[in-house]
Nanobody
């Protein structure tokens, strides 16, 4: 089993920055892919960034503004040039395999088995 705990959420002004962190513990040697997902009220959860090995993938909506990184047991998401549309609950997730192993795209939540409980981000204009 793998446990994931997010931190770093909060409020920011449009144009500002926030850094999210996710502590990964448990059977971490089994994990190959880690990702950040977000879900706004009334909307479906979708992926914003993921890292598998040394390969990163970003959603078009955050490309150039968000950076995902991994350092030992910490997964981070540096968010810059924030927009009100970035407001959501943010979740980190992990899986031993790439999404293609399940027949899904890299940022599809169905490709991730382990999930944190989320942290809220609010961006005001």
């Amino acid at each position: 089993q793998v446990q994931l705990v997010e931190s770093g959420g909060g409020s920011a002004q449009a144009g500002g920055s926030l850094r999210l962190s996710c502590g990964v513990s448990g059977d971490t040697s089994s994990i190959y892919c880690l990702g950040w997902f977000r879900q706004a009220p009334g909307e479906e959860r979708y992926g914003v960034a993921r890292v598998c090995g040394d390969s990163t993938t970003y959603a078009d909506s955050v490309k150039g503004r968000f950076t995902i990184s991994k350092d030992k047991a910490i997964l981070s998401l540096q968010m810059s040039s924030l927009e009100p549309g970035d407001s959501a609950d943010y979740y980190c997730a992990a899986d031993p395999y790439e999404g293609s192993s399940y027949g899904v795209t890299p940022l599809d939540p169905k490709g991730y088995r382990f999930w944190g409980k989320g942290t809220q981000v609010t961006v005001s204009s």
